[in-house]
């Protein structure tokens, strides 16, 4: 005679009946602070390797304590100013932003108007699209020395500042672009019969019907020139010599002290992710409303 086996069923009081609230518990628990545990597991792992990398194979490499011990006094005072290039990370953060804020500006105000006329001209973006092909590629690093070319027969003017300007401008108004291109492109064609039928005009087309159609691809275009205008402009800074995040990164490399080349680097970083993290509360504003 064969025997056949019964399924088991827990009891209320059996510890396989009281296992599976608390794994629901731990379930819900984390699924709330995933957001948080995650990326401190990622932190410590970093850190970890941090530490084992410059007890190793990188000696050179100053470990997470002395970074701090070291790079201590541009943070608990971090607007202190003791010279030009002896600043507090944050006022050096500072200074950088006030450029990157006026060079993303100016690739705004130029990029956004000349992606829409890419993306309504088919006759002007085979006129324009080869040129920016070339252009975009060219590093910072060469489009610096040419603005001061440009701007240093300007009597009294800040040839540095201007140039960083220009540098940072042009280098960022690409990703706006073309986005902004794409997104005219992929306005539906009823949208744009609407207007017709309504006898709009062309400004109210413009604002009404194009601009929020195109306005999800325009701040993705903002987002990735926000970001690059943030690289940029340590690179302008290192060239010029200009005070700043990169200014100062320049001179702790000159002047070989890693530990305040760390604090630089981790500042771009988190620097970057903020303004990120801001222009996607923006966009969503924006959306709403």
Known sequence: MSSTS??????????????HPFR???????????????????????????????????????NPTRTWIASKPYIVEPFAKRGELDQGILRFTWLSLILVAK????????????????GISPLFTRALDPIIQVLRPVSPLAWLPLGMILFGGWKGANVSELAALFTIALCAMWPTVLNTAVGVRAIPQDYMNVARVLKLSRWKTLTKVMIPATLPYMFTGFRLSLGIAWLVIVAAEMLTGRPGIGGFLWQQYNALIYEQIILCI??????????DRLMSVVERRFRSV
């Open 266 to 275: 981790l500042t771009i970083g988190l620097v970057g992710f903020v303004l």
């Open 6 to 19: 019964l399924p088991v069923t827990a009891t209320p009081g059996s510890p396989a009946s009281a296992s």
């Open 24 to 62: 629901a518990g731990f379930q819900r628990w984390f699924s709330r602070l995933d957001w948080f545990v995650l990326p401190l597991a990622g932190a410590v792992a970093v850190l970890a390797l941090w530490y084992l990398s410059s007890a190793t194979w990188a000696k050179d490499l100053p």
């Open 103 to 118: 060079g993303y500006a100016i690739a705004l105000v130029v990029g956004t108007p000349l992606g829409f006329l890419l």
